[in-house]
């Protein structure tokens, strides 16, 4: 990679991380590229350069976020953290994205996800289900997930969330809740 084309990475990573935390503080609406442009310290003709419109620098900053997010996720999956710690963990990530996101921001994040964006689908269906199941290979191999209990059924209930997850009156009503539904997800009712 030449010296310009390595700026021109570095000014696009800084832009979808300035808009990334804008976005994340005050929502998507109340954030104009002029913002986002101080911020990453470019100009607003730079924004528009790389992106075209601010609806697609919305789209690109969504992949930004998930793929920052995934990576942090194939971390805490790859690490030596026995089984629980790895679910608490996830259960306290969730949670955290959830208290930092601004409501706008999370409302367009389920938005897109509800119009089938093809960029969560596929990461979905290719990254992480595959570990979602080898998640749950491996605590069933350990003792901690009954394995009567087959990884379709598991599937299709978290097949049933998600679909729920994607109807606008229901995305309204989960964040508030995100950490009960996810520890309801992995612990369920019952009390140990």
Not at 51 to 57: A, V
Not at 66 to 85: A, K
Not at 126 to 138: Q, Y
């Given at each position: 990679?030449?010296?310009?084309?390595?700026?021109?990475?570095?000014?696009?990573?800084?832009?979808?991380?300035?808009a990334?935390?804008?976005?994340?503080?005050?929502?998507?609406?109340?954030?104009?590229?002029?913002?986002?442009?101080?911020?990453?310290?470019?100009?607003q003709?730079?924004i528009?350069?790389y992106?075209?419109?601010?609806?697609?620098l919305?789209?690109?900053?969504?992949?930004?976020?998930l793929d920052?997010?995934?990576?942090?996720?194939?971390q805490?999956?790859?690490?030596?953290?026995?089984?629980?710690?790895k679910?608490?963990?996830?259960?306290?990530?969730?949670?955290?994205?959830?208290?930092?996101?601004?409501?706008?921001?999370?409302?367009?994040?389920?938005?897109?996800?509800?119009?089938?964006?093809?960029?969560?689908?596929?990461?979905?269906?290719?990254k992480?289900?595959?570990?979602?199941?080898k998640?749950?290979?491996?605590?069933k191999?350990?003792?901690y997930?009954?394995?009567?209990?087959?990884?379709?059924?598991i599937?299709?209930?978290?097949?049933?969330?998600?679909e729920?997850?994607?109807q606008?009156t229901m995305?309204?009503?989960?964040?508030?809740?995100?950490?009960?539904?996810?520890?309801?997800?992995?612990?369920?009712?019952?009390?140990?």
């Amino acid at each position: 990679m030449d010296g310009f084309e390595r700026r021109r990475k570095v000014k696009e990573s800084n832009i979808l991380q300035g808009a990334l935390d804008l976005f994340m503080q005050f929502g998507v609406q109340k954030v104009s590229i002029a913002e986002i442009a101080k911020k990453a310290n470019v100009s607003q003709v730079t924004i528009y350069n790389y992106f075209e419109s601010k609806h697609n620098l919305t789209q690109e900053v969504l992949i930004y976020y998930l793929d920052t997010v995934w990576i942090e996720t194939e971390q805490l999956l790859d690490s030596d953290m026995d089984f629980p710690d790895k679910i608490k963990q996830l259960i306290f990530n969730k949670k955290e994205a959830a208290n930092q996101m601004n409501k706008d921001f999370y409302t367009y994040f389920i938005k897109e996800y509800a119009s089938g964006i093809t960029y969560i689908e596929e990461l979905y269906t290719k990254k992480m289900l595959p570990r979602l199941i080898k998640l749950l290979n491996e605590g069933k191999e350990k003792g901690y997930i009954d394995s009567a209990i087959s990884n379709e059924a598991i599937l299709v209930y978290i097949q049933m969330l998600k679909e729920s997850m994607q109807q606008e009156t229901m995305s309204q009503q989960i964040l508030p809740f995100a950490d009960d539904i996810t520890k309801l997800i992995f612990y369920g009712l019952i009390q140990s």
